[in-house]
């Protein structure tokens, strides 16, 4: 992809395409077969859910500030 952008572009800046695929390919290689082996799980790497439980935790309602009654004259 970066040859075909230079070929059309005539810039240098399909380096930083190249730099960015090896960056990606080093660090977040693991990403794509973590992915397959867990698909079951559910969780994605964020919060676990309760055990035993295979809903979502209830989300908290935001309290609303009371207005105060008056007062009976």
Known sequence: ??????????NSD??????YSLFWFT??????P??????????WM???LPAGNPELPPVEQESTPQTPKRLAA
Do not use: P
Not at 27 to 32: D, P, R, S, Y
Not at 34 to 43: D, Q, R
């Open 34 to 43: 973590y992915s397959v082996l867990t698909a079951n799980n559910g969780s």
């Open 27 to 32: 660090m977040f290689w693991w990403v794509v």
């Open 1 to 10: 992809m970066q040859s075909y952008y230079y070929m059309k572009e005539k």
């Open 46 to 48: 964020t919060r676990a």
């Open 14 to 19: 399909f380096i930083y395409g190249i730099l």
